[in-house]
């Protein structure tokens, strides 16, 4: 079960309203095997990312997602999100946002999970954005909503 603190406001074209956040975690925890853990969700402002980036990790600036593994039974632990480096993120790399915001949060759940930076990171995340990702038709409407 996902427990989740928006801290600021986000852009609606994002897909992290409660409802959507909760699709796309029932999607990973499905393709994870994670349905029995608890986890939570904290969106921020870069601000409050770079304090907890250099606060927890000794880095400089904002950074997209953050984990932080729990240590209780059911409790896998927690993550922070940064909304606006994710819009910008999204943008740069010309990605949609669903997907994009998807990718972050898999990579995050696999920190959780134990996983560290490599291939098999990087497969397993690939793995679940296509097992959550949307269809054409949907991506195309997230994409250009006034046509």
Do not use: K
Request: charged share 25%.
């Amino acid at each position: 079960m996902l427990h989740l603190d928006q801290a600021v406001p986000v852009d609606p074209r994002f897909p992290l309203s409660g409802p959507e956040l909760m699709e796309i975690f029932e999607g990973l925890a499905a393709t994870f095997g994670l349905d029995e853990w608890q986890l939570s969700l904290r969106i921020v402002d870069d601000r409050e990312m770079a304090e907890l980036n250099e606060r927890f990790m000794g880095c400089l600036g904002p950074t997209n997602v953050l984990s932080f593994p729990g240590g209780e039974e059911d409790w896998l632990g927690d993550l922070v999100l940064s909304a606006e480096t994710l819009a910008r993120e999204s943008w740069f790399y010309n990605q949609d946002t669903h997907e994009y915001t998807v990718r972050l949060l898999a990579h995050g759940l696999l920190h959780l999970m134990g996983h560290d930076h490599g291939q098999e990171m990087d497969a397993l995340t690939e793995l679940a954005v296509a097992s959550v990702r949307l269809d054409a038709e949907e991506s195309f409407r997230r994409l250009f909503p006034s046509v």
